[in-house]
């Protein structure tokens, strides 16, 4: 199997985690999106990454997808809980994790055009959904704590979850670590982020500035 990714893709780095956690061997293929021979659209006619080219030629693309194949390509330590309550947790947790990632790339591309072409309108409403969903997530930790729960997203277990928000908050800290302070604002998000940045996986997938 070989993934194609770009180093600083949230869901890449997602899927590039479950792999590693799940010992699978992916052949990574880092892409360039804007070059002209960049590989992507043969198997993804979204032209996004991630994408997985199975070995039979056949392809996967987005990070949900994917990282539910390779779940479920071996029974050991699945990620996904197996139990149905468990399970929609989970995935509750990574498409808000994702949801986040979105709304974050979207005020990051608006912020790039040139200052008289920026919708201040459309920025404030991008950025609003980030605010709202790490305060959620910041909370549900905070519960979790706070009856003697270990520091993890879902039932005190590591999972998808944990993997998902660890990512987002791996590209928030790129992109915008000038106008979050984890730490202050967000003290149960900074305790899982420091947690997950002790797993190889996550050491060596780090985005790059």
Not at 151 to 170: E, K, P, Q, R, Y
Request: hydrophobic share 40%; with cysteine; net charge neutral.
């Amino acid at each position: 199997m070989k993934l194609l990714y770009t180093i600083n893709s949230p869901y890449a780095r997602k899927v590039r985690i479950v792999a590693a956690e799940k010992h699978i061997e992916v052949t990574l293929e880092e892409v360039v999106l804007s070059a002209p021979d960049c590989p992507v659209k043969q198997y993804n006619p979204l032209g996004k990454v991630p994408v997985l080219v199975l070995s039979d030629g056949e392809s996967l693309y987005d990070s949900r997808v994917i990282v539910a194949y390779l779940d479920n390509r071996t029974p050991l330590a699945h990620l996904i809980p197996q139990e149905q309550n468990a399970k929609m947790k989970v995935r509750r947790c990574e498409a808000l994790a994702d949801g986040i990632c979105d709304a974050a790339v979207a005020t990051m591309l608006e912020q790039r055009k040139s200052a008289e072409k920026q919708d201040d309108a459309f920025i404030e409403r991008q950025w609003n959904k980030v605010l709202s969903g790490l305060r959620a997530l910041d909370d549900d930790l905070g519960k979790n704590e706070g009856i003697g729960k270990s520091h993890w997203c879902v039932n005190g277990t590591f999972s998808l979850a944990d993997i998902a928000v660890g990512c987002m908050l791996g590209y928030l800290n790129l992109r915008f670590s000038n106008v979050i302070n984890l730490a202050a604002e967000y003290p149960n998000l900074e305790r899982l982020q420091l947690a997950l940045l002790k797993r190889p996986s996550f050491k060596d997938s780090m985005p790059v500035a």
